[in-house]
């Protein structure tokens, strides 16, 4: 019975609950992100290299061979797949993944410095004790 009241307090803290709005946004930027550079970024990087679609790019490490047939039909030889290295749908992902990792930098950057803000204002000094205020009124009282 331990564990389930530990999980429960540990769910109700906020980081279970943090960590999974933060694993959906997350989730959704990437594919904000993804559309972004597959949109946007890679048909200027195309433009600018002439014309280049790079997920097309690959290098061919053995290519595809097809199926051979003898003449009743029955298969002589079995179909191939190429092997390929897709190198240009790497470096899509890679744009993919320098754009979200610095986004999320800028993100922690700025939490950090309000953290900081935080904990540099002065904490308000403690208010007295109804002994202090009792006698704070006497002394003002005998002011008088």
């Known amino acids: 019975m331990g564990m389930i009241k530990e999980f429960k307090e540990f769910a109700v803290r906020g980081n279970l609950v943090d960590t999974a709005v933060a694993f959906v946004m997350g989730a959704s930027f990437g594919k904000i992100v993804s559309s972004f550079v597959d949109g946007m970024v890679m048909p200027v990087v195309g433009m600018l290299t002439g014309g280049v679609d790079f997920n ?21 030889e079995k179909a191939i797949a190429e ?25 922690i950057k700025a939490i950090n410095k309000l953290k900081k803000k935080e904990e540099e204002a002065p904490a308000a000094p403690p208010a ?9 009124e006497i002394r003002d009282a005998l002011k008088k």
């Open 83 to 107: 092997v390929s290295v897709k190198y240009g749908s790497f470096l899509t992902n890679l744009i993919d993944f320098i754009i979200v990792a610095f986004a999320v930098f800028l993100v």
């Open 56 to 76: 097309d790019k690959k290098l061919i490490l053995k290519d595809a061979t097809p199926e051979v047939k003898d003449a009743a039909g029955k298969v002589v």
């Open 128 to 136: 007295p004790s109804s002994t202090d205020q009792l006698l704070i």
